[in-house]
């Protein structure tokens, strides 16, 4: 009787031993991650849209999510009648302006872009040809240093000068970075197209002061150091196509 209450003891002291090597593991963990910053998207609707008379086009919001918190920025996923993603619009949508959760970084962004990608891709699939639109103020620091760069080349004359705006584009490190990502899912940039001249097309250009870009999206660097005058698109689209094999 002394022995199998003495290995019960035992039992008990090695079970109280693990469990607080667990413990003590799980808050190293916790504490690890506390600088990381956590991406995810979660879908807010589907819905259907009329596009013309009587066809419809399924649509998809995704909204990101940083350590948990809504930050505002979205994707919008079309799906065509055939079952199939034809679009997306990366943006921040107007009602969301004044409750944007965080600062979003490029990484970020692409890191959350990459989880609907990857989502679309086994839910829906995606057409040989994607088109793609932006708002180039939501890249965090990639739309910063397009701000700059545009500054730079446009001569800071203050004014929306397109084909130059069109080529700082291009060079990116947004467009870069997402032809990058693209790349992971067979496609690659259509620099020639019906829909684009010289690999993007957009409607829109203007600009925002330093002060409005650094409220509405939580800006967390110095809003002196940015140009007087912050030009972007809010439709500017590309399109990337499967690659040639």
Do not use: W
Request: charged share 30%; hydrophobic share 35%; net charge neutral.
């Amino acid at each position: 009787m002394t022995n199998i209450k003495t290995k019960y003891m035992r039992q008990v002291r090695f079970l109280m031993i693990l469990f607080s090597l667990f413990v003590v593991s799980k808050a190293n963990a916790q504490t690890s991650d506390d600088n990381i910053q956590i991406i995810s998207v979660k879908i807010d609707s589907t819905y259907y849209e009329p596009i013309y008379k009587d066809i419809l086009n399924k649509m998809t919001d995704y909204s990101y999510y940083k350590n948990g918190k809504k930050t505002g920025n979205t994707v919008e996923v079309h799906i065509a009648d055939d079952g199939l993603v034809r679009s997306i619009k990366i943006d921040c949508k107007d009602e969301n302006l004044e409750t944007l959760g965080c600062y979003m970084s490029l990484e970020d962004m692409m890191n959350g872009l990459k989880c609907v990608m990857d989502d679309i891709t086994k839910r829906y699939g995606i057409d040989n040809e994607l088109i793609v639109k932006i708002n180039t103020l939501d890249f965090g620091d990639g739309s910063v240093d397009l701000c700059r760069q545009y500054d730079k080349k446009a001569g800071k004359k203050g004014i929306g000068i397109p084909s130059v705006f069109s080529k700082v584009c291009l060079k990116s490190k947004i467009v870069r970075s997402l032809r990058k990502l693209m790349a992971q899912y067979g496609k690659e940039h259509a620099l020639e197209h019906p829909f684009v001249s010289d690999g993007l097309l957009y409607n829109i250009l203007d600009y925002v002061s330093p002060e409005i870009y650094a409220h509405f999206y939580k800006y967390e660097g110095n809003k002196d150091e940015l140009p007087e005058k912050m030009f972007y698109s809010t439709d500017l689209l590309m399109v990337f196509r499967d690659k040639e094999k």
